[in-house]
C-alpha cells in the first residue's frame, strides 16, 4: 500500500467517527504528473513571509529544551500567529463543560 492509498484509508477510517459531510476530503497534490504529499507546521513561518510581523519568542511550556528555536535556524521565525495553544476540558460536579 501507498503512503496515498494509506492516508485514504486512515481518513475513511476517521470519517466514520463524524457525521455524514461533516469532513473535508483530503485529495492529494501533484507534482511532475505524480501524486505529492503537502506538509506544513503551524511553529514556523518562512523569514521571508513574515512581512510587517514581529517575531516571539516560544513560551517555555512549549518549547523548554529549545530544541524549536534551534531548528528554526536563520530561515524561520515563530510569530503570534503560529502560536498553537492547546486547551484541557474541564468537567465540573455539574456535569457542565467549561
Not at 492509498?5 to 467517527?17: F, K, M, N, P, T
Not at 497534490?29 to 514556523?44: C, E, K, L, Q, T
Request: proline share 4%; net charge negative; hydrophobic share 30%.
Amino acid at each position: 500500500m501507498s503512503c496515498i492509498e494509506s492516508i485514504q484509508e486512515i481518513q475513511h477510517l476517521l470519517g466514520r467517527e463524524f457525521p455524514e459531510g461533516s469532513m473535508e476530503e483530503w485529495v492529494p497534490s501533484s507534482y511532475r504528473n505524480n501524486h505529492a504529499i503537502d506538509i506544513g507546521n503551524r511553529y514556523f513561518t518562512r523569514m521571508q513571509d513574515i512581512g510587517h510581523q514581529t517575531p516571539i519568542s516560544f513560551n517555555a511550556s512549549i518549547d523548554p529544551y529549545r530544541k524549536l528555536t534551534d531548528a528554526m535556524g536563520n530561515e524561520f521565525v515563530h510569530l503570534e500567529e503560529n502560536e498553537v495553544k492547546y486547551l484541557h476540558l474541564i468537567r465540573g460536579a455539574d456535569e457542565r463543560d467549561r
